[in-house]
């Protein structure tokens, strides 16, 4: 038995689109395999998304408590990349766009997803908000003295 973890925008089980902010996506899809066959669909609340540091490894933990044996990711940091790799998954690497857990599942199955061995972003790259913004938002007055 295989449980693939994916980071998902919310939960339309198969029909969910996988989110590429690993740490940062607002829930995860758990596919259960058995005899390359899906048998049970889940998806879990990642509380770890508003967090202020940490929100990667927090995540990895989501993972970790809810069984996975794999993950499909997009982007992965540093930390989270470690917090994974300490947990004995293996780590597949998405095509990128917009595919569904069901397509992600589908690759998976047939050997086209490439593995992960290091973290293809750097740290706190999730923090944007995926808006473009920065991380400062514009609060300050303006009032510094020289």
Known sequence: MVIVGIPTFGNQGLKEVMNQRFGRCSSFTFVTIENNEIVEVKS????????????????????????ATEVIVGNLGP???NSLSALNLKIYQSQGGSLT???????RLSDKLPVLTASNVGAHAGMGGGRGAGMGGGGGRGRGRQ
């Open 44 to 67: 879990v609340a990642n509380d770890a998304q508003g967090a202020m540091g940490g929100a990667g490894i927090a995540a990895a933990q989501v993972i970790g408590n809810n069984g």
């Open 79 to 81: 930390n989270a990349m």
């Open 101 to 107: 857990v069901k397509e992600l599942i589908d690759l």
